[in-house]
């Protein structure tokens, strides 16, 4: 089955910096990217999302990239905030379930 | 639209005990839907897939007598967990596909923590 691993566990940045996280996936079949924002105790948000037939997406200050060939895709958030701090999580999916990454810290300093 | 709501938000039960908690979707109907168990500081974890008018699917490892899924309609997916015990205190949160044509995104409802006594 597909496994998803994610790195780093943790992230500090200063406000206004740039954040990256990167994760990878085994299962080829995989054609579906998403990435969630979780704070505590609330559902996962869907920040950003990202299908096998694309390879960059960008929506304001978050990016995604799709690396086929090499299983992995990365999360880029540009200057960013406070309320950025959460918990982020990559997923794969093949078309039914979703795979979850192990999750990242994030914590914007200001 | 595409709004996944859960009851309860919270619940406090003694061991042994079971209790229901109840995914639904307000505004589409889904024809298939998702459980996951999120523990404290960890990953969502898939527990199983259920489908309108068949038999869920289990991950490997959960129990199927233990969490009972039920998906009598389009709109509404139950869980028990049966015999609660301290371990299965959990944050347990339910999704919805749309279908194929929404490229496989789901709607996550907002979850239900369970804490067992």
């Known amino acids: 089955g597909e496994n998803v691993e994610q790195h780093p566990s943790t992230l500090s940045v200063q406000e206004g910096d740039s954040a990256v996280i990167k994760c990878t996936y085994s299962?080829?079949?995989?054609?579906?990217f998403p990435w969630y924002k979780q704070e505590l105790g609330k559902r996962p948000q869907l920040i950003i999302d990202?299908?096998?037939?694309?390879g960059e997406k960008k929506d304001q200050r978050i990016a995604v990239t799709l690396n086929k060939t090499a299983k992995h895709f990365s999360l880029h958030i540009t200057e960013t905030q406070p309320e950025d701090s959460a918990v982020y999580f990559c997923?794969?999916?093949?078309?039914?379930?979703?795979?979850f990454g192990a999750g990242t810290i994030l914590r914007v300093k200001s | 639209g595409a709004v996944v709501s859960q009851h309860p938000s919270w619940v406090i039960c003694k061991s042994g005990t079971s209790v229901k908690i109840e995914c639904r979707s307000l505004?589409?109907?889904?024809?298939?839907m998702f459980w996951y168990r999120q523990f404290p500081k960890q990953s969502l974890m898939l527990m199983a897939t259920?489908?309108?008018?068949?038999?869920?699917?289990?991950e490997q490892g959960v129990e199927k007598d233990k969490f009972l899924i039920n998906h009598a309609s389009l709109t509404l997916s139950t869980l028990t967990v049966t015999s609660a015990h301290p371990e299965d205190s959990s944050f347990y949160i339910c999704?919805?596909?749309?279908?194929?044509?929404?490229?496989?995104?789901?709607?996550f409802g907002p979850g239900t923590r369970l804490t067992v006594l």
């Open positions: 999704s919805a596909h749309l279908g194929w044509t929404s490229y496989n995104e789901q709607f």
């Open positions: 299962d080829s079949a995989s054609n579906y």
């Open positions: 990202i299908r096998s037939n694309v």
């Open positions: 997923a794969a999916s093949d078309g039914n379930k979703l795979v």
């Open positions: 505004d589409f109907q889904a024809t298939t």
């Open positions: 259920s489908n309108e008018g068949s038999k869920a699917t289990y």
